[in-house]
């Protein structure tokens, strides 16, 4: 056991890593973003949970996991707009069992396809999430539908 405890910060360093490059990148493309357009948009994810737990169900989420994150979106093209997608931040459960429930850094990512059609684009997406909540740290594909309303 005190192996696996020994082990546990080193494999952290990676993923704040990762936080640290995406988090830069997005605000890197804040700063470039144009001013002009003001977007909203909605999307609607489903999830097939890839961790080896049957704790954890799929469906529209995880019902014990929570997210509070920021991120953003790239996409080039004017009819069909196909973009990537990444957020970073802190995620947690709540569950019945307290040693069941832990929290810790949130990441997600992926790549999607939009309809552009003036003010409003519609679309898929497909990804990939994680948070580093032990005992079991849940991951998921993330299967999901879009849209944005551009004004």
């Known amino acids: 056991m005190a192996i696996a405890d020994a082990a546990a910060p080193m494999n952290r360093k990676p993923r704040s890593a990762a936080v640290a490059v995406i988090v830069a990148t997005l605000l890197a493309w804040a700063r470039g973003a144009s001013a002009a357009d003001t977007a909203i948009g909605l999307d609607a994810d489903g999830a097939l949970p890839t961790t080896g737990n049957s704790l954890l169900n799929g469906g529209g989420g995880f019902g014990t996991t929570h997210r509070a994150f920021v991120g953003g979106r790239v996409g080039v093209g004017e009819l069909l707009v196909?973009?990537?997608?990444?957020?970073?931040?802190?995620?947690?459960?709540?569950t019945s069992d307290s040693s069941y429930g832990g929290n810790g850094i949130a990441l997600d990512g992926g790549v999607g396809l939009d309809v552009n059609l003036g003010i409003i684009a519609a679309g898929a997406h497909v990804g990939y999430a994680f948070i580093d909540a032990q005992p079991s740290a849940p991951q998921w594909v993330i299967l999901g539908l879009d849209g944005t309303l551009v004004f």
């Open 82 to 94: 196909p973009f990537a997608f990444a957020h970073a931040g802190y995620g947690w459960r709540v």
